[in-house]
């Protein structure tokens, strides 16, 4: 049986897929409607009701072999304290799989275990779903990434791909592509969503405050916009290759997930069919800039300066972004310190 804890919108489509492939699971939430539903109905590309197992009780989810962790990764650290907070169960056999991790999430959870006295197997991927719940027990999988990078806290700064857990977890998600990273640096910056997300907010503040009716990556992108994307990812590119790895260019992402034209960048994001149903945010408090901005792009400026690279740009974002939402980035963002990473190898 695997266990997942966290039952949002990626929650909910993780469940549905595991389930629809017949594997047994058990959730964890404290949600008080969650626990009411009995089923999950899955629309889209995973087609299904599903009956729904839930618990409140941590313990029941950390008894299972592997266990997936779909929350937002802003919240890694709290699950983490509370993971190493269950004595009675030996931790050190099960298997974490981080289903996000943007920037270094797979080093801060396994930071947090390990200074607690508890060495296992964690590894990290992305998102895999973009999907959304239109009603309390429904959620919609608009799309599934074909494609996605892995690593683990066992080899994050050269990979080992004969490692067992990477087979394990292509088996769970057989419709995947999943390679092996060669470090969770190139697993953390190619990432297109910590691109473009910030960024194409930032283009569009005035239509964010406004709460205009809009579509996030159709209306919300122009041209113009995707040179700002374009810097952002050579600014990644630039900070990849100083550790040994490289970072593919936003349009032969966007194939790899979902299939594109890749004429140009701008084509390349009007054309991903899933991209034509998300809306503009309503307010600059939300996912899009919180999660990207403190967790993958605040990281690598401070990844930049160790090895003596300029990134302005990504920088400008983090400093606008917190700003606007009054936040002290080495609070409440991704630190070195946070990571682990207190010492370098040398690059």
Known sequence: MVGIIGLGNEGFALYSYLANHK????????????????????????????????SQD??????????????????????????????????????????SGKLGGVLVFNKILKNNGIN?????????????????????????????????????WGSNKSLEVYDIVRELLPDINLEIADNFIQRGLND??????????????????????????????????VILIDKVYQEFNQVAKKFSTYVLHPIELLDRYYGTDKTNLYRAIKGVSNYK??????????????????????????????VNVEVPICQSIVN????????????????????GLEELPKV
Request: charged share 25%; with cysteine; glycine share 4%.
């Open 120 to 156: 296992t197997t964690i590894v990290e991927t992305d998102a895999i779903f973009a999907a959304r719940k239109i009603y309390d027990d429904t959620v919609w999988i608009r799309g599934i990434k074909k494609w996605n990078l892995m690593i683990t806290n066992l080899d994050y």
């Open 23 to 54: 594997i047994p699971l058990v959730a964890y939430t404290t949600n008080p409607t969650n626990l009411s539903i009995k089923r999950i109905n899955s629309r889209g590309k995973v087609e299904g009701s599903f009956e729904l197992n839930v």
């Open 192 to 225: 297109f969503g910590a691109m473009a997300h910030a960024t194409i907010s930032l283009v569009n503040l005035s239509n964010i405050d406004s709460k205009r009716d809009m579509l996030f990556y159709i209306d919300g992108v122009t041209e113009n916009t």
């Open 58 to 99: 941590l313990r029941e989810i950390l008894k299972q072999e592997i266990i997936f962790i779909t929350t937002v990764t802003t919240v890694y650290e709290d699950i983490a304290n509370k993971i190493v907070q269950v004595r009675e169960i030996d931790l050190s056999k099960k298997m974490f799989v981080l289903f």
């Open 320 to 339: 606008i972004m917190c700003s606007l939402l009054s936040i002290d980035p080495f609070v409440k963002g991704r630190t070195l310190q946070k990571m």
């Open 277 to 306: 149903y998300t809306r503009m945010p309503d307010s600059i408090h939300n996912r899009f800039l919180y999660e990207d901005v403190l967790n993958t792009l605040f990281p690598l400026t401070l990844l930049a300066k160790t």
